[in-house]
């Protein structure tokens, strides 16, 4: 995580205001288990566009991570309203009534 942080800094403003400059801080900062400020970059990229199961699915690990139960059972049931493709091609993303199923990739 050193390097994460000092490799974000060094980007310019306006680069770093960019959707696809959030996903990798975001990313980072969930690595660097600051799962409040990782919570923060996802909403606002929940914020910006329609929910996908990648946002979605690091909003509930942090919120959970994080203690707020509450919080990470509402995107869990958000995963599961969700009906997109999941990244390899192997149905759809959806809930088993137990919590989140489906796999997903890195980069966003």
């Given at each position: 995580m050193s390097c994460g942080p000092s490799w974000m800094r060094s980007l310019p403003p306006d680069v770093l205001s960019t959707p696809?400059?959030?996903?990798?801080?975001?990313?980072?900062?969930y690595l660097g288990e600051r799962w409040s400020?990782?919570?923060e970059v996802f909403r606002g990229l929940l914020?910006?566009?329609?929910?996908?199961?990648?946002?979605?699915g690091?909003?509930?690990?942090?919120?959970?991570r994080s203690g707020d139960s509450a919080t990470a059972r509402e995107y869990s049931r958000r995963l599961g309203d969700l009906n997109e493709p999941n990244q390899h091609g192997q149905g759809k993303v959806s809930s088993s009534g137990s919590g989140y199923i489906g796999t997903w990739t890195w980069p966003f």
């Open positions: 696809e400059s959030q996903a990798p801080r975001g990313r980072l900062l400020e990782a919570g914020d910006r566009a329609p929910p996908s199961s990648r946002v979605l690091y909003l509930g690990t942090s919120a959970a």
